[in-house]
Structures are given as structure tokens and as C-alpha cells.
């Protein structure tokens, strides 16, 4: 265990956290990290409050690339120094169900993820992502706090 990490970030100090974790365990243990950010749409008009135009959306989506980039870059600079092999990517969809596919997907064999995010209003709602990820993944889960 802990020699293929998957490490969600998304700006946050629980995800901060969670990464700290994850290079101390991949210090002791010699694993891989995997870094990934996850951008969730805007293309359900249902989840919606208003109609918007489809340049409108493309031009909300184009800046939840960039913001998921620079959440990506500051983590590469918190990694500076990991000697470990790591790589990083920038995932679109619902964030519980991406993680644990891109956990499954990567043969990872454990997920370090924050207790806590920026999440939505609607993750309030619907329990959130660091819940939903220990309940559907088929790997060990360590939820930092």
C-alpha cells in the first residue's frame, strides 16, 4: 500500500493538507503520486438557476480549466522537492465519480484526499466529495482533516 497515491487538490487547506499527508507517505512508502484537480461544468441546465447562452458556458468552462491549471501549478510547487515519481491531471465531471474512476483507472492503490473542499451549496446537499469517495472506492481512503 501507498506505492500509487491518487492526491485530489482544489485550492483548499483540507486538500493542502491531504497533500502534505500523501508526500510523507510517499517518502516512507516510495510511492508515485498522483495529483489530480477536478473542474466540474457548467453544462446542466438543471443544475442551473437561470438559462445561459452556450458562449456564456463555454466562457465559464474555459475559466474552470485555467483556475484547475493554476490549482495544479501550486501544487507542482509544493512537489518541488518529492523525489518520488508524480504526475498531475486535470479531470472534468462530477468530482466523487471522477476520483474513484481515476483511482480505478490508474490502479491506484490508496486515495489522500481533504476532509473538506470549496465546494458548491449543492455538495452540502448532497454530502460531499471526501464522503462519497470512501463510500464508492475500492481502495483504502485516508480523509485528512
Not at 500509487?4 to 486538500?15: C, N, R
Not at 512537489?79 to 504526475?87: D, G, R
Request: contains cysteine.
Amino acid at each position: 500500500m501507498f506505492k500509487k497515491i491518487l492526491v485530489p487538490v482544489d485550492g483548499s487547506e483540507t486538500s493542502w493538507r491531504a497533500l502534505e499527508q500523501a508526500i510523507a507517505l510517499g517518502n516512507k512508502f516510495g510511492g508515485e503520486l498522483i495529483v489530480v484537480n477536478v473542474i466540474q461544468p457548467y453544462n446542466n441546465a438543471a443544475l442551473l438557476a437561470v438559462p445561459l447562452d452556450d458562449a456564456t458556458i463555454n466562457q465559464s468552462n474555459s475559466e474552470l480549466e485555467k483556475i484547475g491549471d493554476q490549482v495544479l501549478n501550486m501544487a507542482k510547487e509544493k512537489l518541488a522537492k518529492y523525489t518520488q515519481k508524480v504526475s498531475y491531471t486535470l479531470e472534468v465531471g462530477h468530482p466523487s465519480e471522477r476520483i474513484v474512476s481515476l483511482a480505478r483507472k490508474s490502479e491506484c492503490d490508496s486515495i489522500v484526499i481533504g476532509s473538506r473542499g470549496l465546494s458548491s451549496i449543492a455538495e452540502f446537499f448532497l454530502g460531499s466529495v471526501s464522503s462519497k469517495v470512501s463510500q464508492y472506492a475500492t481502495v483504502p481512503v485516508l480523509i485528512v482533516k
